[in-house]
């Protein structure tokens, strides 16, 4: 219940005028009692002013009041002699304005002419209702009265949307990158304000869990959000065990159902794939900003009937305002995407346009000088065959920069295929053997957290390429979100420190680590060569493990 002070003042306002002008027209303190009917009758305008039944009804009631009360005020002020001609019904007529300017104001043109056409029949009523004396229906002074407040309330009802949009003066739409540009300055400035200045979902996720540790009883927790395919992420999840929890929307199940209807549901089962024995209890609490959708909780307890109302209360306000904290870090974390891919797009179409093909026209050049080339000149000869395989080589390596930069995790395909085929183009075009070995949940990852951990695995691959002089690379990937693991191990010559462009390809890595709130870890290999790995979340622990490949290629 909402009780807004502007509306009861103007109200009450309205209500002690009317009964001032009763009481000078007809000096008869029984009239008032149609004023103590208009304040029963706004009662609900007082007390329910959004309640979609009663607030409607009590605006009903107070016009057909007000319509019946003219002609009775109208009448006794006859009798009296000090309003002739039924002017008399001008001291309660102005209280029309009331309710009518109310559903205007409301934008409820339908329900403002309802009121109209009861306010007419109403004032009829009361006309010809005879207390004292003749019937006031007849007499000049209240039709005109009736008619003056009657146009006044069609003016009110059905003019004041359109005069509202006149006076509102006429923004000028700006450009789309003036908007853009607009909307990220505020952006910047509102997420340096931030505690801890961060807008990092799988954070957000974590302290939302933490809350409800506090409200709810569970044993595993779980903040789940959409992705692309029409399925769902996990974002944080606490409990003893790794749960392999449902990310699909069109399966029968609590997780399908409150997506669809915004509304908290439970289950007496768990709403993992893999059921868990005993007595289970599930929560399901979706997170909505504003109409959307944009995640959801779930709760799971070991026992039954864990979650009455009184609790899902409890959740509900705590999800409340932690779904806007997470739609701004997940909006926030698509925009910085595309603005990440789009850039490493436009880098790979100036290499290709520009310094490749330059370079593609310099080994043209070298070739054309090779074969003009005198008898006899074999020194310089060579030092051009030297150059010619010089050029080669960079140009061999501006592509599979190219190839790096136009690298993406499809949506349908998974990290897991992302860093093989990467892994698999390099290692042939360096000569290695490449091993893999893949254990991948169907569950999926945040798209900005597996476009990090690909461009960890690269870097990882392509310094093994360069600079270790290995012979073999092996290339783990575990995913069981939130959990993931990436380990590129080599058997070279192990990882110079005193290297420049080594350290500044770690310092890539670990930023890109600490973005994702993961950690990464070099460590030497037995017997010979280094092993990079980055891992994200905790430990899986769980009794099975998926299906695994290990393949080396080359055999």
């Given at each position: 219940m909402r009780i807004h002070p502007l509306v009861v003042a103007a109200r009450l306002v309205m209500l002690a005028l009317v009964a001032a002008l009763t009481l000078i027209a007809t000096r008869e303190p029984s009239e008032l009692?149609?004023?103590?009917?208009?304040?029963?009758?706004?009662?609900?305008?007082?007390?329910?002013?959004?309640?979609?039944?009663?607030?409607?009804?009590?605006?009903?009631?107070?016009?057909?009041?007000?319509?019946?009360?003219?002609?009775?005020?109208?009448?006794?002020?006859?009798?009296?002699?000090?309003?002739?001609?039924?002017?008399?019904?001008?001291?309660?007529?102005?209280?029309?304005?009331?309710?009518?300017?109310?559903a205007a104001l409301r934008r409820r043109p339908t329900e403002g002419a309802a009121l109209l056409g009861v306010a007419a029949v109403a004032m009829v009523i009361g006309g010809v209702i005879v207390e004292e004396g003749t019937a006031v229906i007849t007499q000049p002074g209240y039709l005109a009265a009736g008619g003056q407040w009657l146009v006044l309330g069609a003016i009110v009802t059905f003019a004041a949307d359109t005069m509202r949009q006149l006076?509102?003066?006429?923004?000028?739409?700006?450009?789309?990158?003036?908007?853009?540009?607009?909307?990220?300055?505020?952006?910047?400035?509102?997420?340096?304000?931030?505690?801890?200045?961060?807008?990092?979902?799988?954070?957000?996720?974590?302290?939302?869990?933490?809350?409800?540790?506090?409200?709810?009883?569970?044993?595993?927790?779980a903040v789940l959000s959409a992705s692309g395919g029409g399925r769902l992420v996990v974002l944080a999840q606490s409990g003893a065990e790794r749960v392999d929890w449902e990310v699909t929307l069109d399966n029968d199940s609590a997780i399908a159902d409150a997506w669809a209807t915004q509304q908290a549901q439970t289950a007496s089962r768990s709403q993992a794939r893999t059921p868990v024995g005993g007595d289970t209890s599930s929560l399901v609490v979706p997170l909505v900003a504003g109409v959307r959708t944009i995640g959801l909780v779930i709760l799971e307890a070991d026992v039954s009937s864990a979650y009455p109302s009184a609790v899902i209360s409890r959740v509900t306000e705590v999800t409340g305002p932690a779904a806007l904290r997470l739609e701004a870090a997940l909006l926030f974390d698509e925009v910085r995407?595309?603005?990440?891919?789009?850039?490493?797009?436009?880098?790979?179409?100036?290499?290709?346009?520009?310094?490749?093909?330059e370079l593609v026209m310099v080994g043209y050049g070298i070739d054309n000088a090779q074969a003009t080339l005198p008898e006899g000149a074999e020194e310089t000869a060579e030092e051009l065959r030297t150059l010619r395989g010089e050029v080669t080589r960079v140009i061999t390596e501006l592509r599979l920069s190219l190839f790096e930069l136009r690298s993406e995790v499809d949506r349908n395909g998974g990290l897991a295929a992302a860093i093989a085929e990467y892994a698999r183009t390099l290692g042939t075009s360096a000569g290695l053997r490449v091993h893999f070995t893949f254990d991948e949940s169907t569950a999926r990852l945040p798209a900005a957290t597996e476009a990090e951990l690909l461009r960890i695995a690269q870097e990882a691959i392509?310094?093994?390429?360069?600079?270790?002089?290995?012979?073999?690379?092996?290339?783990?990937?575990?995913?069981?979100?939130?959990?993931?693991?990436?380990?590129?191990?080599?058997?070279?010559?192990?990882?110079?420190?005193?290297?420049?462009?080594?350290r500044y390809g770690l310092a890539i890595m670990a930023e890109r680590a600490e973005r994702i709130r993961g950690r990464l870890e070099i460590r030497p290999r037995h017997p010979s060569g280094t092993t990079v790995?980055?891992?994200?979340?905790?430990?899986?622990?769980?009794?099975?493990?998926?299906?695994?490949?290990?393949?080396?290629?080359?055999?």
């Open positions: 009692r149609w004023i103590a009917l208009l304040l029963v009758a706004a009662l609900p305008s007082f007390f329910a002013p959004d309640h979609r039944i009663a607030a409607p009804l009590g605006r009903l009631a107070e016009v057909a009041v007000t319509g019946l009360a003219a002609g009775s005020v109208a009448a006794a002020a006859n009798s009296l002699g000090t309003v002739d001609a039924g002017f008399g019904a001008e001291a309660v007529l102005p209280y029309l304005a009331v309710p009518l300017l109310t006076m509102t003066p006429t923004e000028v739409t700006p450009q789309p990158y003036a908007e853009a540009t607009r909307l990220l300055t505020q952006l910047r400035s509102v997420a340096r304000s931030l505690p801890g200045a961060t807008l990092d979902p799988g954070g957000i996720s974590e302290h939302l869990l933490e809350e409800l540790r506090t409200v709810a009883p569970a044993e595993r927790t995407s595309l603005a990440t891919n789009e850039e490493r797009q436009r880098l790979a179409r100036e290499i290709h346009d520009g310094v490749a093909q392509t310094n093994a390429r360069k600079h270790a002089g290995a012979s073999n690379l092996w290339v783990t990937c575990t995913v069981d979100p939130p959990y993931a693991e990436i380990e590129v191990s080599d058997d070279g010559k192990g990882f110079a420190d005193d290297r420049p462009d080594g790995a980055v891992v994200l979340g905790t430990s899986a622990r769980r009794d099975s493990v998926r299906d695994s490949v290990s393949a080396p290629e080359g055999e």
